[in-house]
C-alpha cells in the first residue's frame, strides 16, 4: 500500500509528466531587443540616406553656388583693375597739369620780365627824342626784341588779348621809325605814347592770372 503511495499522481491519473521551462539567462532575454533596436537602426538609416535623385540636385546646387561665386570673383577683380587704371589716369593727368602749370607760371615771369625791358627801352627813345636826339635806333630795336620774346610767351600761353596788344605794339615802333625817319618827332612820341599804353595793358594781365593778382608785383613806371 506504501508503494502505491510514492507513484506520481499524474501516473495514477493517467498523464505525462511534463518537463518544466529552463529559465531564460539574462542575455537570452535581452537578445530579442537588441535584434529589434538593430533592426530599427537599419530601417533608420536607410531612411536618412538621400536618394540618387536628391544627390543630383544637391550637387547641381552646389555648382551653381560655385558658377556664381567665380563669376563675382572675377567682377571684383575686373572693377579694381578698372580702378587701378582710373586711378593711375588720374595721377598722370595731375602730373601734366602740374608740369603744364609750373611751364605757364615760367613763361609768365619771362613775360614780366620782358615787358619790364622793353617799356625802359620805349622810356629811353622818348627821352632821346624829347632833347631832339633823332638817333633812336638802337633803343627801339632793344624794344623789339623783348616785345617779340613777350609775344612769344603769350601765345605759347594761350594768352589772346595779350598777344593781341603786344602786336600792336609791335605796329607803333614801326611807326615811330618812319616817323624818325621824316623827322616827325611828335608823331613819333605820340606812337611811342601808345605802345607804352598798350604794353601797361599787357602787363597788367600778365600780373593778373585768373582773377588772382599776385601781390609782391607791382605796375612799373611806365610813363615815357
Request: proline share 5%; net charge negative; hydrophobic share 35%.
Amino acid at each position: 500500500m506504501n508503494g502505491w503511495l510514492a507513484l506520481p499522481l499524474t501516473l495514477l491519473l493517467g498523464q505525462t509528466p511534463t518537463t518544466p521551462p529552463t529559465p531564460a539567462t539574462p542575455e537570452e532575454e535581452q537578445a530579442p531587443g537588441l535584434v529589434l533596436g538593430a533592426e530599427a537602426e537599419a530601417q533608420e538609416g536607410q531612411a536618412d540616406a538621400p536618394s540618387e535623385e536628391e544627390r543630383e540636385r544637391t550637387t547641381q546646387e552646389l555648382e551653381r553656388m560655385r558658377t556664381r561665386l567665380e563669376a563675382l570673383q572675377a567682377d571684383v577683380e575686373a572693377r579694381r583693375q578698372q580702378d587701378e587704371e582710373r586711378f593711375q589716369a588720374l595721377q598722370q593727368q595731375q602730373a601734366l597739369q602740374q608740369e603744364r602749370a609750373q611751364e605757364l607760371e615760367r613763361l609768365r615771369q619771362v613775360r614780366l620780365e620782358s615787358l619790364q625791358r622793353a617799356q625802359e627801352w620805349l622810356r629811353t627813345a622818348d627821352e632821346l627824342l624829347e632833347s631832339g636826339e633823332l638817333d633812336v635806333g638802337p633803343a627801339l630795336a632793344s624794344a623789339r626784341q623783348e616785345l617779340s620774346t613777350a609775344l612769344v610767351t603769350a601765345a605759347e600761353a594761350g594768352r589772346g588779348e595779350t598777344t593781341l596788344l603786344l602786336e600792336r605794339a609791335l605796329e607803333r615802333l614801326s611807326t615811330v621809325d618812319n616817323a624818325v625817319s621824316q623827322r616827325d618827332i611828335l608823331p613819333a612820341r605820340m606812337a611811342l605814347e601808345t605802345a607804352s599804353s598798350e604794353l601797361r595793358q599787357a602787363w597788367r594781365l600778365t600780373l593778373n592770372r585768373q582773377g588772382t593778382t599776385l601781390v609782391n608785383q607791382g605796375t612799373p613806371d611806365v610813363t615815357p
